[in-house]
Structure formats: structure tokens, C-alpha cells
């Protein structure tokens, strides 16, 4: 007990001499880098840091000095050009900035010189912009960073179901009624839903991103959930699985946001997050911007 003891305090220690020298270097003036900021965040994920993970440094010079952080959904071309033209230098992503999950675009690689890939590297180069990816334990903490956003976007956290943080049972109403709002709550362009419009719903399951076929199916299965609101969805997986739902006479829907504008309002929290621990610099949530439009009829 007395070795354990003396282990939690040499911990505590050291966590407050990091954060006095942390604190003294800020006073000094001494520069920020950005391996610097992601050894805050993961000191303040309150998770182990996973060995295997795509949260890891993907573009520039991780030991640059930060001079503004941009924290985004998708670092593409239009955000990383406001977030430079901003000054902001060091840029935290949720997503892949290299059209793939692990950032290694081989098959554009292959291609000589792909035109696009190139551009966009030849600016990240030219503003000397140091990228980093911020998604597995996002996701992971205790509190589904994402998941929080998100619910505080829809002013929903006092319908969530505190046993499952992706579980809501919002007031009934129907589904045409259940899109229209988070169409609205989220000002999205393009919103796709299946299922009858008049089904009256009250529990929805909240599932952000692109979760895949088991987990989108395992969210619709539980007891009484009515829909599933989602990111995006293979068309030949959890779309026809609906469509055959429905189209058995089962109450189940689903609402398909985008993947920007289902995770977005997560990184506009991890934006608000990380203001309570890094004071140095300015930090600024630079959303990403819808890709899709429909035509008007």
C-alpha cells in the first residue's frame, strides 16, 4: 500500500511540475510547438493513447513553432486556405486529409504526379502547415467527443438515455417532422431519408460518421428504437436493409446526414475543449463546408 502510495504522488507530481513548466515556458515567451500541443491532448483525453491509431501527425513539421490551431471536420483545400489566410498554422482534423483512412493515397500515388494530390501538398508545403489527425480517441474518451457535440448542436442532451450515450427518446412526432428539424438544427443542403414519412417516432439512435452494416443494424435492432440517424451508409447494405423493413410493415427509418454534417458540431466541441488547456495561441473551430446541393424544383 505504501509503494502505491508514494507511485500516485510521484504522478501527481510530475503532472504539476509539467503543468508549472508548462505554465513558466507560456510566461517566457517560449514557443509553442505543435508536438508540444498533441502531448497536451493526450495528457487531457483521460484514455490510455493507443499504439495503433491513425491519430498521428500527417503533413509538415511536427516540432514547427503553432502560431494558431484551426480545428476542423475535414481538412480539404477550402478549409486548410481560410485557416492559413487566418494565420492559423497548426490544423486538427477528424478525418483523413489524404482522400483514404490511413492518409496514404497509394492508388493517386501510382498516377504520375496526380494533379489534385499535388496541389494540395504543394500548399500545405508552401504555408508551411503541419496537420494532424484527432479521431480515434476522440471517439474513444469517456464521452464520445462527437457524440457530445452533436447532442449539444440538437439541444438533445436532455433526451439522451444516460445508460447509452448514442440513444435518444426525443417527443413523438413523425419522421417527415424528425428530418425537417435536424435539416434545420443543422443547416444542411442535402438531407436523404427512408421510410414512411407519417411513422410516428420517439427513440432515435444517433450514430455519426460511417459506423458500417453491424453497428448501423445493431443500433436499429434495440428495443424500441425507431430511427437511425447516420452519417452516411452503403446503398446495397443498411439502405436496403430499411427498405426491406419497411417495406415488411416494420417501424424503422433512417435519416442520412452526410459525414460532415453529422460529426461537424463534434469538432466544434473539441474546438471548445481545447481552449481549456492551451491559452498560448488562438484556437479557432474552422467548419468544413458541405460538399453536396440539390437543384431547386
Not at 18 to 23: K, R
Not at 237 to 262: C, M, N, Q, R
Request: overall charge negative; aromatic content about 8%; some cysteine.
Amino acid at each position: 500500500m505504501k509503494s502505491r502510495s508514494f507511485c500516485a504522488c510521484a504522478v501527481l507530481v510530475l503532472a504539476a511540475t509539467g503543468s508549472i513548466g508548462a505554465n513558466l515556458a507560456a510566461a517566457q515567451g517560449e514557443p509553442l510547438t505543435a508536438r508540444e500541443v498533441i502531448a497536451r491532448i493526450q495528457v487531457h483525453v483521460g484514455i490510455p493513447w493507443q499504439q495503433e491509431t491513425v491519430d498521428t501527425f500527417k503533413a509538415g513539421n511536427p516540432d514547427a513553432e503553432v502560431h494558431g490551431i484551426a480545428v476542423t471536420m475535414m481538412a480539404t483545400l477550402d478549409v486548410l486556405q481560410r485557416a492559413a489566410a487566418a494565420g492559423q498554422n497548426l490544423i486538427i482534423t477528424h478525418e483523413p486529409t489524404f482522400y483514404n483512412h490511413l492518409d496514404k493515397p497509394d492508388e493517386l500515388e501510382q498516377k504520375e504526379n496526380d494533379p489534385v494530390l499535388a496541389a494540395k501538398r504543394a500548399f500545405i508545403q508552401e504555408h508551411n502547415l503541419v496537420i494532424w489527425r484527432f479521431h480515434d480517441h476522440w471517439h474513444r474518451m469517456r464521452r464520445d467527443g462527437i457524440e457530445a457535440g452533436m447532442a449539444h448542436a440538437l439541444d438533445w442532451e436532455k433526451f439522451q438515455d444516460p445508460g447509452n450515450q448514442y440513444l435518444f427518446v426525443v417527443p413523438e412526432t413523425d419522421l417527415e417532422h424528425l428530418a425537417a428539424e435536424l435539416k434545420s438544427r443543422l443547416r444542411i443542403h442535402v438531407i436523404r431519408v427512408v421510410g414512411d414519412p407519417k411513422l410516428k417516432v420517439n427513440k432515435v439512435a444517433l450514430v455519426p460518421g460511417s459506423s458500417g452494416f453491424a453497428k448501423e443494424t445493431r443500433a436499429l435492432e434495440m428495443s424500441g428504437v425507431q430511427v437511425l440517424v447516420t452519417g452516411e451508409s452503403r446503398e446495397w447494405e443498411t439502405v436496403e436493409y430499411v427498405a426491406d423493413a419497411v417495406t415488411e410493415g416494420k417501424p424503422k427509418a433512417l435519416i442520412i446526414l452526410g459525414h460532415i454534417p453529422s460529426e461537424q458540431a463534434g469538432m466544434e466541441e473539441c474546438a471548445r475543449w481545447l481552449k481549456t488547456f492551451v491559452s498560448e495561441v488562438p484556437v479557432e473551430f474552422v467548419p468544413a463546408r458541405e460538399p453536396f446541393w440539390a437543384p431547386k424544383e
